[in-house]
């Protein structure tokens, strides 16, 4: 082997160098560097020393063509404000390991045709896999046309029950919230939440009455009040209740933003939060949650690490393994807004 690399400055060195470097032939070089075809182990090793040598990196287009892999995924969005798509796009970027994978990230803004450019662009820079993250936990239809490649739908379900979905249990999340309210003594407990036509708020409430109702109680007012995420709604609504029902000790909001609301409401009633009344959110969104006064308990649906399981279940996909969908539990992060009673 030469001792000395001659690669001008100006330029990265090449597989061409390495196998100069080496006193071997290109091909040999190559089949070294990436592991396939025979090559004696003295070769190997010399080709080795010559590449680390010269800080050779080889290409990952040339990589990808001799494997039939780019190492790219993409990451198809409708969430405009990220505040889903990107703990998951987080997540999946753990699972694929520090510089393995990249992702492409691509924002649909909800409009199916906007979605079919994103997915034939997608596949065009020959992607080996992809996630589709919904902006709500309906099921959406599956992406139109024939995919060539693995596709994980995350958070949003597909409609078609054959293809692998990653969600979160929000029926269990209202299980968990009314849960955690009775174990810090409350027994009159109202649900302030978001708009019906969502299959979040629907679940949500669901998993609420089950809970309520095997503890032998039922929702104050003896429904859910639904009407939209926002914190005017939670105002609002929390104002009705108090008002219609002063016998309220604990309310469990659809989402953090509703939760802050009712907080403003309850604290210009004069309503100790968390002494005479509790407070539960649903989110964990650090932004509202952690800032609010006083800081807010939520449900956190763990989203990193629903992005990182359907990370693996893709990277698994795209290995020709089988996958199936998956729901997983949330959990309780406790702050000042709940604590038990005495």
Same mark, same amino acid.
């Given at each position: 082997?030469?001792?000395?690399?001659?690669?001008?400055?100006?330029?990265?060195?090449?597989?061409?160098?390495?196998?100069?470097?080496?006193?071997?032939?290109?091909?040999?070089?190559?089949?070294?560097?990436?592991?396939?075809?025979?090559?004696?182990?003295?070769?190997?090793?010399?080709?080795?020393?010559?590449?680390?040598?010269?800080?050779?990196?080889?290409?990952?287009?040339?990589?990808?063509?001799?494997?039939?892999?780019?190492?790219?995924?993409?990451?198809?969005?409708?969430?405009?404000?990220? =505040?889903?798509?990107?703990?998951?796009? &987080?997540?999946?970027? %753990?699972?694929?390991?520090?510089?393995?994978?990249?992702?492409?990230?691509?924002?649909?803004?909800?409009? !199916?045709?906007?979605?079919?450019?994103?997915?034939?662009?997608?596949?065009?820079?020959?992607?080996?896999?992809?996630?589709?993250?919904?902006?709500?936990?309906?099921?959406?239809?599956?992406?139109?046309?024939?995919?060539?490649?693995?596709?994980?739908?995350?958070?949003?379900?597909?409609? %078609?029950?054959?293809?692998?979905?990653?969600?979160?249990?929000?029926?269990?999340?209202?299980?968990?919230?009314?849960?955690?309210?009775?174990?810090?003594?409350?027994?009159?407990?109202?649900?302030?939440?978001?708009?019906?036509?969502?299959?979040?708020?629907?679940?949500?409430?669901?998993?609420?009455?089950? &809970?309520?109702?095997?503890?032998?109680?039922? &929702?104050?007012?003896? =429904?859910?009040?639904?009407?939209?995420? %926002?914190?005017?709604?939670?105002?609002?609504?929390?104002?009705?209740?108090?008002?219609?029902?002063?016998?309220?000790?604990?309310?469990?909001?659809?989402?953090?933003?509703?939760?802050?609301?009712?907080?403003?409401?309850?604290? %210009?009633?004069?309503?100790?939060?968390?002494?005479?009344?509790?407070?539960?959110?649903?989110?964990?969104?650090?932004?509202?949650?952690?800032?609010?006064?006083? =800081?807010?308990?939520?449900?956190?649906?763990?989203?990193?690490?629903?992005?990182?399981?359907?990370?693996?279940?893709?990277?698994? !996909?795209?290995?020709?393994?089988?996958?199936?969908?998956?729901?997983?539990?949330?959990?309780?992060?406790?702050?000042?807004?709940?604590?038990?009673?005495?």
């Amino acid at each position: 082997m030469t001792t000395e690399p001659e690669v001008p400055a100006y330029r990265p060195p090449t597989l061409t160098d390495v196998a100069k470097l080496a006193g071997v032939s290109v091909a040999t070089a190559s089949k070294a560097i990436n592991g396939r075809g025979e090559v004696r182990t003295t070769t190997r090793v010399r080709v080795l020393e010559a590449a680390e040598l010269l800080s050779f990196a080889p290409n990952a287009l040339a990589r990808g063509l001799l494997s039939g892999r780019t190492g790219t995924v993409g990451l198809l969005t409708s969430d405009l404000e990220g =505040r889903f798509s990107i703990p998951i796009l &987080m997540g999946a970027e %753990d699972a694929s390991g520090a510089g393995q994978v990249s992702v492409f990230l691509c924002d649909a803004r909800g409009d !199916a045709i906007r979605e079919k450019h994103h997915v034939q662009a997608l596949l065009s820079r020959r992607v080996d896999g992809l996630m589709v993250v919904g902006s709500r936990t309906d099921p959406r239809p599956p992406l139109a046309g024939n995919i060539p490649v693995p596709v994980v739908y995350v958070y949003a379900p597909s409609a %078609d029950p054959a293809d692998i979905s990653i969600t979160v249990d929000n029926v269990g999340g209202g299980r968990l919230a009314i849960e955690h309210l009775l174990a810090c003594g409350r027994r009159n407990i109202a649900h302030i939440t978001g708009e019906a036509g969502f299959q979040a708020a629907r679940d949500r409430a669901e998993g609420a009455t089950a &809970m309520l109702a095997a503890a032998g109680l039922r &929702m104050v007012g003896d =429904r859910p009040y639904f009407g939209s995420w %926002d914190e005017s709604w939670g105002r609002a609504a929390a104002h009705m209740v108090v008002e219609q029902h002063p016998e309220v000790d604990a309310i469990f909001c659809g989402s953090d933003q509703i939760a802050r609301g009712v907080l403003e409401t309850l604290r %210009d009633f004069g309503r100790d939060v968390p002494r005479t009344i509790s407070v539960i959110g649903f989110d964990n969104w650090e932004a509202i949650a952690a800032d609010s006064r006083p =800081r807010l308990t939520s449900i956190d649906m763990n989203l990193k690490h629903l992005g990182a399981v359907a990370g693996q279940r893709l990277f698994a !996909a795209i290995d020709g393994a089988a996958a199936s969908s998956e729901e997983f539990p949330g959990r309780v992060v406790m702050r000042e807004s709940t604590l038990p009673v005495g």
